[in-house]
């Protein structure tokens, strides 16, 4: 199993919609997780940071963590066709400063 | 903001040469790391430092070797380029140790042509 896993396909939401991404991680003591924002051609910009269990909030982004399920989430609220990127998913594994990520997924916002 | 920079954008270089990208952070952190891009293969892990002279090798250390002489240079070296190196780079800098306001930025990434 790949340390952080992203699987879902291509997401496409209607502007103004939820948009809704998830990640899992094999490596249960892992502790701290990112999510990154990636336009094409252009590097991955950090979009929020989460360590403890529950929810984060910052504008219209929710990030989601449950240790005891292993998985991260990512809400995108009232999504914009600016939103429309590549998000990846990131964690820190236990034991070592080493930052790991998942491939991706990309989201396409319609007006 | 952590302010990531790599110097060279765009190269191109000629198999067998000896290659340097260079990535200096402004901030005080200790963990730096270098990344390549590849449609299809997310980011893949090079090599990271968690400290002057420290390197920790990643997923796919072969072929590159890294140099972290000060705490805000974190160098990626490319022994004999060969064409398979042809990737976007990238250096990534920040803080993972801490409980709260864990921070890690991307420079802008480096194109690296070789032919």
């Known amino acids: 199993q790949k340390e952080v896993e992203q699987n879902s396909g291509p997401l496409s939401v209607p502007e103004g919609a939820i948009a809704s991404l998830n990640c899992t991680y094999s490596d249960r003591g892992s502790q701290s997780f990112f999510w990154y924002r990636q336009y094409s051609g252009k590097s991955p910009e950090l979009i929020m940071f989460?360590?403890?269990?529950g929810d984060k909030e910052d504008g219209r982004f929710t990030a989601q963590l449950n240790k005891a399920s292993q998985y991260v989430s990512l809400l995108i609220r009232d999504s914009q066709p600016s939103d429309s990127a590549t998000y990846l998913c990131?964690?820190?594994?236990?034991?070592?400063?080493?930052?790991?990520f998942g491939k991706g997924n990309q989201v396409v916002v319609i007006p | 903001d952590v302010k990531v920079t790599q110097s060279s954008r765009y190269l191109v270089k000629r198999t067998g040469e000896k290659v340097f990208l260079e990535c200096v952070q402004d901030m005080d952190h200790e963990n730096m790391f270098w990344y390549r891009q590849d449609p299809g293969l997310g980011l893949r892990l090079i090599y990271f430092s968690y400290d002057v002279k420290m390197k920790e090798k990643g997923d796919i250390p072969e072929g590159y070797s890294v140099s972290r002489e000060k705490k805000e240079r974190f160098s990626l070296i490319l022994e004999s380029a060969s064409t398979n190196q042809t990737s976007m780079y990238l250096c990534?800098?920040?803080?993972?140790?801490?409980?709260?306001?864990?921070?890690?930025?991307f420079g802008e990434g480096s194109w690296l042509t070789v032919v």
């Open positions: 989460i360590y403890s269990n």
């Open positions: 990534a800098a920040g803080q993972v140790t801490g409980v709260r306001g864990n921070t890690i930025y």
């Open positions: 990131a964690g820190i594994l236990h034991g070592n400063n080493r930052l790991a």
